[in-house]
T-cell receptor
Framework: DGGITQSPKYLFRKEGQNVTLSCEQN?????MYWYRQDPGQGLRLIYYSQIVNDFQKGDIAEGYSVSREKKESFPLTVTSAQKNPTAFYLCASDRTGFGGYTFGSGTRLTVV | GQQVMQIPQYQHVQEGEDFTTYCNSS?????IQWYKQRPGGHPVFLIQLVKSGEVKKQKRLTFQFGEAKKNSSLHITATQTTDVGTYFCAGESSGGSNYKLTFGKGTLLTVNP
């Protein structure tokens, strides 16, 4: 079955360490997105990519970095510069112009 | 930038009662989408509305898009315990090539059996 795989489901890191969250899709979708979800805050866009080798900053890109070397993959690195990294991170994809995002099951990151 | 406001933030109902959540955008939208997120889960796409004044139904769920394409609503008739979750609206701005959605903060629905 097609879908988006995020790994790991739970991640613990020490403060000051960079960490990379994986997102892979086999839906042949062009666009991919990273959102951060905090309690009561809804979903906030971190980065998005509409084609391979191209990506744009979202509303809260500071302290994060991404790459899009393959259509199927859009990893997110949470750097030590991100002041409040503990959150639920969601990856999504869609066929540009067709509406409706498909979300992965998310990675819950805790930084101690 | 574009803002999408959603009310109420929380709604608790008795099973069998109706439920409505409202979404308002600060800018005109090209389309609006609705998602449901079960507790501990991830958002799942429900529907997209594109036309001014559009009304769509999915069983007990009715979705409306306002005439000015700046507001939308989701109405659930006779809620069931399976309806529990957070309902998000998400709007895509009109014009340009910016395909990203702006999500509302969601309405958390709880249902007392």
């Amino acid at each position: 079955d097609g879908g988006i795989t995020q790994s790991p489901k739970y991640l613990f890191r020490k403060e000051g360490q960079n960490v990379t969250l994986s997102c892979e899709q086999n839906l042949n979708h062009d666009a991919m997105y990273w959102y951060r979800q905090d309690p009561g805050q809804g979903l906030r866009l971190i980065y998005y990519s509409q084609i391979v080798n191209d990506f744009q900053k979202g509303d809260i890109a500071e302290g994060y970095s991404v790459s899009r070397e393959k259509k199927e993959s859009f990893p997110l690195t949470v750097t030590s510069a991100q002041k409040n990294p503990t959150a639920f991170y969601l990856c999504a994809s869609d066929r540009t112009g067709f509406g409706g995002y498909t979300f992965g099951s998310g990675t819950r990151l805790t930084v101690v | 930038g574009q803002q999408v406001m959603q009310i109420p933030q929380y709604q608790h109902v008795q099973e069998g009662e109706d439920f409505t959540t409202y979404c308002n955008s600060s800018t005109t939208l090209s389309n609006i989408q609705w998602y449901k997120q079960r507790p501990g889960g991830h958002p799942v796409f429900l529907i997209q509305l594109v036309k001014s004044g559009e009304v769509k139904k999915q069983k007990r769920l009715t979705f409306q898009f306002g005439e000015a394409k700046k507001n939308s609503s989701l109405h659930i008739t006779a809620t069931q315990t399976t309806d529990v979750g957070t309902y998000f609206c998400a709007g895509e701005s009109s014009g340009g090539s910016n395909y990203k959605l702006t999500f509302g903060k969601g309405t958390l629905l709880t249902v007392n059996p």
